[in-house]
């Protein structure tokens, strides 16, 4: 039998097939950060992303979180908290369903995150990093084939999440609101994506960045609208679940999903990604260039 082909022989052959004209010896382009021109730094992304993959296929016990997640909080929210709260909605658990399941695939893209980050610093403190920084590649490449990757995770779990809550009792009334749901989780789980490439680049270890993000993200969680209505929380509190990202991103997904007004959840949703995205993809790509 056969082994798998190497992910960093499989990089080499791609930038071996570059064009000349785009390459820039090692040492060269660590001097300098050469220029290279887009076809160039699309074609290492291509070559990475295959990288990342191939990684995947050798080491399927990864994609354990993409398929366990979905299917664990779906039936413990569901079956646990589903008949207190879905009182409160005005009816039982079947109202509960409707209400959270596209919640849970807001918070999809924000615990998918917390992994891009988790994994790019395993990368850093295992020497893979180290190998790509010496290759005449764009440093960017590295990056956006790290969340390319990441958000094919995602999707897939997002597919697991539906599949599940079909089977607990979800009815998908609009399909074109649920493919526009997706969408918006994916822009906001790729904005969300580069805070955690930069805590993976900054922190020591794993761990670290583990514990940061779960600082982060459940007072997001808890502090939204996902699991359950706001209008019972205190004031205070109200007024930080109205212009969390969670809140916005999980009711849009409903008014999406089930029919209802979106246009301000939606606003906040993509002001809070175009924001994150442009004030920390350029830090992550900077810290990931200058890190010693």
Not at 110 to 125: I, K
Not at 190 to 217: C, P
Not at 227 to 234: G, H, I, K, L, Q
């Amino acid at each position: 039998m056969s082994a798998h082909p190497s992910p960093t022989a499989t990089l080499d052959e791609a930038l071996r097939a570059a064009p000349s004209d785009t390459l820039t010896t090692p040492a060269a382009h660590l001097k300098g950060d050469t220029p290279i021109s887009v076809r160039a730094h699309l074609r290492h992304t291509g070559a990475l992303i295959r990288r990342n993959l191939l990684w995947i296929r050798q080491d399927p016990e990864s994609m354990f979180d993409a398929i366990l997640f979905p299917v664990i909080f779906t039936l413990l929210f569901v079956y646990v908290f589903g008949g207190s709260i879905g009182k409160s909605l005005g009816g039982g658990q079947d109202a509960y369903v409707q209400y959270v399941v596209p919640g849970l695939m807001a918070m999809m893209g924000m615990n998918m995150a917390q992994g891009v980050g988790t994994g790019f610093n395993q990368d850093f403190n295992s020497g893979v990093m180290d190998r790509f920084r010496s290759l005449p590649i764009g440093r960017g490449s590295v990056l956006f084939a790290k969340i390319a990757v990441e958000l094919m995770r995602m999707l897939f779990a997002t597919a697991v999440l539906m599949l599940v809550a079909v089977l607990v009792g979800y009815d998908v009334h609009r399909w074109d609101g649920l493919l526009a749901s997706v969408g918006l989780s994916v822009v906001f789980g790729s904005a969300l994506m580069w805070v955690f490439l930069t805590l993976g680049v900054m922190m020591k270890n794993a761990q670290s960045v583990q514990a940061m993000g779960f600082l982060v993200l459940m007072p997001l969680q808890f502090g939204s609208s996902i699991f359950a209505p706001t209008a019972s929380m205190p004031g205070w509190l109200r007024n930080f679940t109205d212009y969390n990202p969670l809140s916005a991103l999980a009711d849009t997904a409903r008014g999406l999903m089930e029919g209802g007004p979106v246009a301000h959840d939606l606003w906040v949703t993509l002001i809070w990604s175009v924001g994150l995205t442009a004030v920390m993809a350029p830090v992550a790509i900077h810290k990931f260039r200058t890190k010693s």
